[in-house]
C-alpha cells in the first residue's frame, strides 16, 4: 500500500510557475514509479509526468516536455512537480499517483495509487 498526500496548486496567470508537492509513505517505495496525472473539465485523466522512485529516470508527455520537471526526495519521501511557462491548457485538477517501477516509461494515466488532487487555474 501507498499512501499519498498532494501540497500546492492555486490560480495564476499564464506564464507562471508553481510547485507541486506529493508526501508519499507505505512499504518499499523503491519498488514504485511516482507519477503526476491531471484532469481538466470534460476530459479524460492524463499522464504528465513520472519517475523511478530508486532510478530517479523520468519521463514526459509531450505537452509538458520541456516546461515541467519531476523530481524525488527519497529523504523526504516527497515527489515533486516544478510547472514553468504555464499555459491556460495546463488548467487542471493534478494527481499525485504510484505504480510499479516496471511501469515507468509508460505514459498511460493508469496508476494503483491515487492522491486527493489538487486544483491549478492558470489565466489568460
Known amino acids: 500500500q501507498v499512501q499519498l498526500v498532494e501540497s500546492g496548486g492555486g490560480v495564476l496567470q499564464a506564464g507562471g510557475s508553481l510547485r507541486l508537492s506529493c508526501a508519499a509513505s507505505?512499504?518499499?517505495?523503491?519498488?514504485?514509479?511516482m507519477g503526476w496525472c491531471r484532469q481538466a473539465p470534460g476530459k479524460e485523466r492524463e499522464f504528465v509526468a513520472a519517475i523511478g522512485w530508486s532510478t530517479g529516470n523520468t519521463v514526459y508527455a509531450d505537452s509538458v516536455k520541456g516546461r515541467f520537471t519531476i523530481s524525488r526526495d527519497n529523504a523526504k519521501n516527497s515527489v515533486y512537480l516544478q510547472m514553468d511557462s504555464l499555459k491556460p491548457e495546463d488548467t487542471a485538477v493534478y494527481y499525485c499517483a504510484a505504480r510499479s517501477r516496471g511501469l515507468l516509461y509508460s505514459k498511460s494515466a493508469e496508476f494503483s495509487y491515487w492522491g486527493q488532487g489538487k486544483q491549478v487555474t492558470v489565466s489568460s
Open positions: 507505505g512499504r518499499t517505495l523503491s519498488a514504485y514509479a
